[in-house]
């Protein structure tokens, strides 16, 4: 029997991980306010426990979203194929602190020459490796 979490838990779960990173919550500060352990939290946006309708609705109503925030991007199917709006590596990346740093950071950056330098920067550098 296959242990792995289901795509779609998964997915959810890097949407809370991901909202409460933007609202600089820890995993005990939003387990206390929904009246779990952190360590539920943790398979929580780990996908490996499964959340029900009404606690997604709870953290949706703590974390100031709608609940179909934590299904945004998610894999669909359609004739076989998977697709979704971006891939998952995106949603991996904005669920850790430091991707959501770097985000937030290139965001505060309006000139757009420097935003496009910064770009071309990572890319040399990614491609150096």
């Known amino acids: 029997m296959d242990k792995s979490p289901d795509p779609t838990d998964k997915h959810v779960g890097n949407r809370v991980r991901m ?3 933007m609202l600089d919550l820890s995993q005990t500060q939003l387990a206390d306010a929904i009246g779990l352990s ?19 609705e709870q953290m949706a109503r703590l974390l100031q979203v709608p609940v179909a925030f934590f299904f945004e991007g998610l894999p669909t199917h359609s004739k076989g194929k998977k697709s979704q709006s971006y891939p998952p590596y995106v949603s991996d990346f904005l ?12 965001m505060k950056i309006k000139d757009r020459k420097i935003q496009r330098c910064l ?7 990614a491609n150096t490796e």
């Not at 943790?42 to 606690?55: H, L, V």
């Open 19 to 21: 909202r409460r990173l």
């Open 38 to 56: 952190f360590q539920q939290v943790q398979k929580y946006e780990k996908g490996t426990n499964r959340i029900s309708a009404s606690r997604l």
């Open 95 to 106: 669920s850790t602190s430091d991707g959501l740093s770097l985000v937030k950071g290139f």
């Open 119 to 125: 770009i071309k920067f990572i890319e040399d550098i």
